[in-house]
């Protein structure tokens, strides 16, 4: 799932008023609710009015106010976790949320299980994110971004099923979340269902057509079933959206490949490393395609230079040697099929047996 992308909402209320932040990888949909008028809560709702400015060290400020008045003001404790997320204190914003829960007397903080499982997956804590998600969801937590999370965690992982399961939940909660159908695609291309993963990515980039990568991946999934038009034409619509989109260059001219469109695929690995000067996988591929155009010296060097930027790059030694032993290199090719092998390139031993026959 090269592009198993999110995209977050953070809504934090306070007042009636909100105020919303699109930001890829911050927590969501955090919500800060007035309380009642009080010594305690005079304090709070300042908290509220603070962050509703993004002045945002007097909003924890605030709220710690509030909880010095009232020691166990769950909600505090649950607001000022959500401002620490938004600095990314994630440990202090764990550390409140689990006060939240502990103060809890109403049932209400069973979205901070959700939250400070936020908290722990963007501080690399899957596991424990993971944990909190379910028992949010199992204390009767109702948001299809719970079941989302759970799926990218299990995704992840490994456990396709599992992240199918939390996928398909996310969608029934919310049928037009966008998101969750790309990354249902994704499981599905991983389970090898890839009509049902096209159809995923065709409901994703119907719901949210500027949704680049969905178009990419669905590009994908028509390679693996041999629709070279129409991968072609999806990685034209992914940069249709987004013209700097170097990876489906990189993808496009593949599939160019594919259909032995080798001076066309040549143009788009060119783009590529225009876009991303560093990209070695389009290098690598840039070689191949000079290959197939039985042009091994300009091949080779585009070879060396995806090894200059990424020298354990172990494929583009055993195309390098592919290359070498065409030019009567034998000596040097078996080198870099040697290379290959150390990398992890499996098929680079039965190269190696031509070095051991010689």
């Known amino acids: 799932m090269k592009y198993i992308k999110l995209l977050v909402l953070l809504l934090l209320i306070g007042g009636g008023a909100g105020l919303k932040a699109q930001v890829t990888g911050n927590p969501e949909d955090s919500t800060l609710v007035v309380a009642e008028n009080q010594e305690a809560e005079i304090a709070y709702n300042k908290g509220v009015e603070e962050f509703k400015n993004k002045n945002y060290q007097a909003a924890i400020d605030s709220f710690s106010a509030a909880i010095k008045y009232k020691p166990n003001f769950a909600k505090a404790y649950f607001n000022r976790a959500n401002v620490k997320t938004v600095l990314k204190d994630y440990k202090g914003a764990i550390e409140d949320y689990t006060l939240a829960i502990t103060n809890d007397t109403t049932g209400e903080m069973v979205k901070a299980y959700y939250f400070r499982g936020r908290a722990k997956q963007l501080s690399g804590d899957n596991a424990g994110a993971l944990q909190d998600y379910q028992t949010a969801v199992e204390k009767g937590y109702k948001d299809a971004k719970a079941y989302y999370y759970i799926g990218m965690i299990k995704f992840l992982d490994g456990d396709y099923q599992g992240a199918l399961e939390a996928y398909n939940n996310a969608i029934k909660l919310d049928p037009k979340y966008a998101y969750a159908y790309n990354d249902r695609g994704s499981t599905y291309r991983k389970l090898k269902k890839y009509e049902e993963a096209v159809a995923d990515y065709k409901m994703a980039t119907t719901l949210d057509p500027k949704m680049y990568f969905a178009f990419n991946n669905l590009g994908s999934v028509y390679r693996k ?114 290379k290959a092998k150390e990398y992890g390139v499996k098929v680079a031993e039965t190269y190696l047996q031509e070095c051991r026959n010689d």
Do not use: H
């Open 225 to 338: 079933l041999k629709k070279y038009d129409d991968a072609i034409a999806s990685y034209t619509m992914a940069l249709n959206v987004k013209p700097d989109y170097y990876i489906a260059y990189n993808n496009r001219g593949n599939a160019k490949m594919d259909k032995k469109d080798y001076d066309g695929a040549i143009k788009d690995f060119q783009k590529a490393v225009e876009i991303k000067n560093d990209y070695y996988f389009a290098y690598n591929n840039w070689g191949r395609a000079l290959m197939k155009q039985k042009k091994y010296e300009e091949a080779i060097i585009k070879f060396n230079k995806a090894l200059e930027i990424k020298n354990d790059f172990g494929v583009a030694y055993l195309n390098r040697g592919i290359a070498k032993e065409e030019l009567r290199k034998l000596k040097e090719a078996c080198q870099d099929w040697q």
